[in-house]
């Protein structure tokens, strides 16, 4: 029996769809748990974005931790993934992080369709935070919001699908990383359409959260993983 | 219900502990078939050796991988890992590879413990390969062969833990991979001696192969793993 | 005329020392104007530290930048320097880039002397973002938090000489950056002892947004730094 | 009070124009020397033209320091600044180096506009030595030889707003820096066409130069700026 | 008086033209001798191919190094070169390692005109593992086999040249090198369309191999290259 | 018949021991003119001592090198090696280019020892700006200038071995440079010390331009090697 806690580090109406695209990947014996913000941005699509959800997506985490085996926080922008390793002992997994890990054992180079432009700088940053840039062969971002991916599935679907046509036959990619985890809807239309593996990023990190509990493996508290001093917080 | 391959790129009289090694940590659903070579090294120590076990492994593999879902190579030196992907439509994981992959996921900086001295090239060559060498902590071999790692576990746990210990405290790393699949006999004794965590790289290949089936997710064939044209053996 | 604000992107109870500090330095035409956070940590030393400071850091950065024509974050973590560049029409300075910048115009390689073990891994993701990391000789954490550093100024020099040394003879640094802002009464200590240049972060920040306002240059937003969507901030 | 002297590595007919340019943006308790070489070449743009000028551009520096708290050398060729920083105990500018540094803090990725093709190569190995290439969005060079700029000052701004663009829309270039300090005359009409910012070299060197002083930053004559020995030079 | 071993690494009719070819470049006391395999692979143009040439390639050269001085093993691939150092103790050359060694020696950047499209992941690994990949423009496979490449020179030329012009007009390529010790005949007709050096494998290898048995330099067996355990090898 | 055009970029007494040195490896049917500079300094250590040499270096190659195949530069710094590659039409080598690039042939990782300590930066500059500074193992200074190198060859010897040995057992090379072209003296008692290669760069650089002479090698006049303006230099 393992629990994952899934966090979504925004402000959300409901998470049913969630639920339901977990449920038909876990284990039989996993356990998830769903939390997300009451308040603060619906997205994080700037650096700005993430200053507004960080405290808060914490404060839930430490609110919820107690009795899970491992944390998923649910945006690519692994918000929060590094202070809440810092505060926990059990696995804390970002999409980001654990989709472009596995883009990494099926591709020589990988590409990643994204939401707006600036998603090129912060996608090659996250890629150079974990020396892994040599194999990024590109980003575009389809110049679409967050929130705005649902609207028209037919539409996003077709965008992303050009911006990874593009990513495969001029730059080489040869897998696709949805830099979002909103792309679900998306995902198959993707899928259909190219003859390179997509990876969807909040199954991969769930898939590695679930992976990591089977292996007992948890980071350590020492080099990187400082634990916080709780009592700094003035009250 | 899955079915997971593991091969075994080296002669071996069985491999009875790494099938007990496995039921304990698949999924339920799970079905694993061990395959190993009838002629050949026992181990595989340098580039040498390898190139007497490629051959063989993948008429193993081609001979096997009918009804599987995923292949495994069991040996750190990931032997035939891209051209396995260049012969198959499934998931093909090294453990060298899928090791690194969750070591990144939990530390700044990884370390290798290894057989041979040439292992700190031949594991700086693999690190380079996939564009994560500054990921690397450092590697040390302890001078024990690949077949001497079980004759006395509680000297090869001593020596693993010295040089682990080592690279922890003076070259800063985070995480420990095992540079070698026959170290799974010292990895509880290394575990417990040590406050980072240890990736033992078989069950991570293993674990990452059940989550690639689980997602659906196959190499392709272009770019890389362009598909051998077999009619090129001449009989 | 310029007018500079430096933000200390913590809760703190004055500012006097910093006020009189950046006096001896500025320009004869330069205002300053601090500012800093009503509650919240008292030091940066965590990403879970820096993730209760980031929003309330944006909050006082947007009500007080009207009228400035430069922005400084006094704190080596570089908090919130990219979210408020995305923010802002004016430059914003972080003392971190802004002193690795000069250090590598005087040295081949400079080192940091920061305050706990974790600073190596943040410092070295600081470098690696700015694709710097070739020229960072290495990071030694004094184990002293940034509270400490005034207790015992004697103290705090004599270890970060000692760190400096290791850093200078070890690791052919041919530069010191002190690694944290509150460093400043320890530099004249640390500056007499050592045959190589103690670059002292917020002045070597400020001097730069100084010579940003005289030059007339200012980030773009297009690219890196998209303006956020102020609306969405839920109310 | 400081003093800053600028040389011009190269045969000048008169330096009234830069006279004027820095006068508008130094500190006003700054006094600037220009010094120029006596023959040579009339400008940088090949190994083989520095060749001619570094011997002479050491012996007016070395002649005309004297009093002087810092050196600019006003070529983007950044001749002669490692031998001149080997020989001074002042600071010692690079205009490249220094327009580098700011651009660095402005953008993710920077371009240069240069003069000839050679300059691409030129331009990367500089950024490479820095170890910095990873930033450098590219380079491309008019094709107008240094002389030639000022000659027909819209024609060349035309061809540098071609140059820039190109490396803003295709390079994904976010800051441009003018690959020439020749290129002044044509800075205001380059900003005037680009929603970037636009880096001046001698200007940016400058500000730095003073910036150095203020903050009484010196190179050390340990690692890479060993004391040339003067005697060496047979009579 | 030299002699030095060419191991052609396939099944091979005849070895006449590069006999020829060698004795026009040979030094006059240099003696060749080829040796080929007698069955296996006509080429090696997937890892999958490799892995089938490997064993016999070492058996080959293990059965004829006796009295050689060097080695060269002929193909872009370098197969066995690494395992074929672990056994002797006289110096093997690759023809991809010895011409891009020579390449980086008159170009800023060189490009590979190769076979089929997954020579560009291959190649770019090759120049990895050799930490050269900021040296490498760029990869074009002219989408011939191998075996094609001698069936029409004039078209085979055709293809190159367009390749080689792209990767020098598009990719700022200096210098071209032949992805494949199979493109001699085409050679001539390349460097008579271009206006950059076209570096051929063979001959490059083939020289290099001479130099280093004239000035005596072997690679040690220490680090990369263990002396494999010969008695391993199951009877 | 080939013809070599070494040249000393240094005020030299004689070259009777450099003369006798290549008569023993060169090919029977090469010439060697030698030619050095009639006033200078008698070693390049440092920048500044480049400063100058570079003028009258490429004086005398333009002087000398009609009717030569190739030009050697007699040096470890490669002064003028670029420029005299953008000035002529027959192939340029430098000491320390050719002999890294036989030494990344021959080890994972090489290691130069050198005269003073402002080496290790100048050597890592140099293996920066060629792209292989990951294949450096390291670099020490026996603190012994140029010209002190031949006054005690058994001194200079012991602390080339010392310094060897510390770069092999510690910093893990496999190779060894030696990092002055006047250390060919101690060339044979550092061989026979250690166990490792030792690469002598003035042979290597001269069987380089012999290895491309033969094949027809020369660098283009496009991208990097742009033929100066001779016009320019003011009479």
Redesign the interface.
């Known amino acids: 029996m393992k629990k994952i806690l899934v966090v979504e580090p925004v402000?959300l109406d409901g998470v049913e769809s969630e639920v339901e695209y977990l449920d038909a990947?876990k284990?039989?014996?996993t356990a998830v748990e769903f939390v997300s913000l009451e308040?603060?941005?619906?997205?994080v699509?700037?650096?700005?974005?993430?200053?507004?959800v960080?405290?808060d997506?914490?404060r839930v985490i430490e609110a919820h931790a107690g009795g899970a085996d491992a944390v998923v926080i649910n945006c690519f922008a692994d918000p929060?993934v590094?202070?809440a390793?810092?505060?926990l002992d059990i696995?804390v997994?970002?999409p980001s992080?654990?989709s472009m890990?596995?883009a990494?054992?099926?591709?020589?180079?990988f590409a990643v369709v994204s939401v707006?432009?600036?998603s090129?700088?912060?996608t090659?940053?996250q890629a150079?935070?974990?020396?892994?840039?040599?194999?990024l062969a590109g980003v575009i971002g389809i110049e679409l919001?967050v929130c705005e991916l649902e609207e028209d599935i037919e539409n996003t679907t077709r965008l992303l699908i050009e911006a990874a046509r593009e990513l495969?036959d001029v730059k080489?990619a040869?897998?696709i990383v949805l830099g979002c985890t909103g792309m679900v809807p998306a995902a198959a239309g993707l899928r259909a359409a190219l003859?390179?593996?997509v990876?969807?990023p909040l199954?991969?990190a769930f898939?590695?959260a679930?992976?990591?509990v089977?292996?007992g493996?948890?980071?350590?508290h020492?080099?990187?993983?400082?634990?916080?001093?709780l009592s700094?917080?003035?009250s």
């Open positions: 402000f990947i284990e039989p014996d308040s603060g941005p619906t997205s699509e700037t650096y700005y974005d993430e200053a507004f960080l405290a997506t914490l929060g590094i202070a390793r810092e505060l696995p997994v970002g992080e654990a890990a596995l990494m054992q099926m591709a020589h180079r707006y432009e600036n090129v700088a912060l090659e940053l150079r935070a974990r020396g892994i840039e040599s194999r919001g495969v080489g040869e897998a003859d390179v593996p990876i969807e199954s991969a898939k590695t679930e992976a990591m089977t292996l493996l948890v980071h350590a020492k080099g990187q993983y400082r634990r916080p001093d700094k917080l003035k």
